[in-house]
């Protein structure tokens, strides 16, 4: 199995469109920021983790699927999974119910944020799954801030794809950690065969 994981997007789709293309990957995965100010239609399924700037309206209208800190396993039986948002040290702390009732709304700053119940989203079905280990693990932020290691920790990808300022790619214990420049750049993607 293939499967194409490219950079942030950052609105461009031309790009991204043409890699896909090109590498005609049985999957394909987008890390955010994408930036798309008008819904992204590839006519394939493909799946992405949102950024910090990224609008639910043209996403939503998308025929990506955000992997919104959920377990996925393929007909093939590649596990993988994502976490959509990024990392803000307080909210990090919340559930979006205690935000809420703590400062009276969401506001849009934190849109896409990683509250707490977004990891749990994920620990919680990956453990009850029975699965020993993921295949891969997508962050739309540094694999370093704290609840995306304990993820990595517990869920102990084969593969953890992230966000970069530029590529990046080494072993950590039994994981291959890879950064990503943006989706423009030679070194915004990466086929990953499994």
Known sequence: MEILVVGPVRGNVERFK???EVASPDLVVAIGPLGLSEPLK??????????KEDSLTPLAKSDGIDMLSRVFRTKEGVTFSGI????????SKFTRAQWVKARGKLSKRHGNAVFA???EALLVPFQRAGI???????????????PFKR????????????PAASYRKERV?????????????PKG????KL
């Open 18 to 20: 043409g890699l896909v």
């Open 151 to 162: 993820v990595v920790e517990i869920t102990r990808p084969r593969y953890l794809f992230y």
């Open 84 to 91: 959509s948002g990024y990392y803000d040290p307080v909210a």
């Open 117 to 119: 119940e977004d990891i």
């Open 173 to 185: 214990g039994d994981t291959v950690y890879i950064g990503l420049e943006d989706v423009d750049s």
């Open 42 to 51: 590839l006519g394939r399924t493909w799946f992405f983790v949102r950024g």
């Open 189 to 192: 993607k990466y086929l990953l």
């Open 132 to 146: 020993e280990r993921l295949d891969f693990l997508v962050l739309a932020d540094s694999p370093e801030r704290p």
